[in-house]
């Protein structure tokens, strides 16, 4: 069986029109970081076996072909860091077997597809610095196996999805840089599973919810946003929790409460309405002013 071949684009698609034969059994394609022009040929797509295409890293362009569609052996598409533009196509939840989803760093631009949702077995689906605009489709949460979910650095817009409390595995969960609106739903208890959340740089309001919060161990940032209320006296048992950010928010009451979170490795509460001594732990001992300027 062929597997990663180390060929030219045109050479491939040479193969594929006119020579056929082994060429249908490939199953593997990487031609990551190696240059690539112009759009992504249609051709590709009908590899009936293909599994794995990853173009990663290289400077394609135009739209993606919605004969996508038609590889339903795809597991892995990964088309991140190229000048891909226009729509992502809906054909793509016509892909049952597609694990690993990965637009990040292009052009996409419109509305993300509310049939992604029918690919249940999804993992990864990461979309992050594009131009994608809109509401977040409630049917994101039919993938009830994804792990990481980065949708940042676009222009959704509307309310974080009821629905999203079905990602029982999911561990990463990155929003920032939108213009989502709304407080954070209850649903959000349900992901037992997360550990980094990033939510900063949106329009979010309310109150953190006491539930919310309990699996962290990586990471939690909600900077900038219009979050009130006091700290929850939940985030005690977030030990292991290494960067914290609320800073440019209106929070409210003491932060006491923080000197319990042994594995800080930064902190940012500035911009928000923090009153009383800052705790004097050792690690509090060596933050800067800045970190604890409020409004």
Do not use: A
């Amino acid at each position: 069986m062929i597997r990663k071949p180390d060929l030219s684009w045109k050479l491939i698609l040479f193969r594929v029109r006119f020579r056929g034969g082994v060429w249908f059994l490939l199953y593997s394609l990487d031609l990551s970081k190696n240059k690539l022009t112009r759009e992504i040929p249609e051709e590709i797509f009908i590899l009936k076996k293909l599994s794995k295409l990853l173009l990663l890293g290289n400077s394609l362009s135009g739209k993606v072909p919605k004969s996508v569609g038609n590889c339903q052996s795809l597991v892995r598409l990964r088309l991140g860091e190229n000048q891909l533009s226009g729509p992502i196509p809906r054909e793509i939840g016509q892909l049952p077997n597609l694990v690993f989803l990965d637009f990040y760093t292009n052009h996409f631009s419109g509305v993300l597809p509310h049939e992604l949702g029918n690919i249940t077995v999804l993992e990864l689906l990461d979309v992050h610095n594009n131009h994608i605009t809109d509401e977040i489709p409630p049917e994101l949460g039919e993938l009830v196996n994804l792990e990481q979910l980065d949708l940042s650095q676009n222009g959704f817009t509307g309310q974080l999805p009821l629905s999203f409390g079905n990602f029982s595995y999911l561990n990463k969960l990155i929003l920032n840089n939108n213009l989502l609106t709304g407080s954070i739903p209850s649903s959000i208890k349900n992901l037992q599973k997360l550990t980094l959340l990033d939510l900063s740089s949106n329009g979010l309001s309310g109150k953190i919810p006491p539930e919310s919060i309990t699996s962290l161990t990586v990471s939690l940032d909600l900077s900038t946003n219009r979050f009130q209320g006091e700290i929850p006296e939940s985030i005690n048992g977030l030990t292991q929790l290494q960067p914290l950010d609320l800073s440019h928010n209106s929070f409210h009451g003491k932060i006491l409460i923080l000197s319990s979170l042994t594995s800080l490795t930064s902190l940012n509460v500035s911009y928000n309405n923090f009153t009383g001594p800052i705790p004097s732990t050792p690690f509090f001992r060596t933050l800067t002013p800045k970190s604890f300027i409020q409004k």
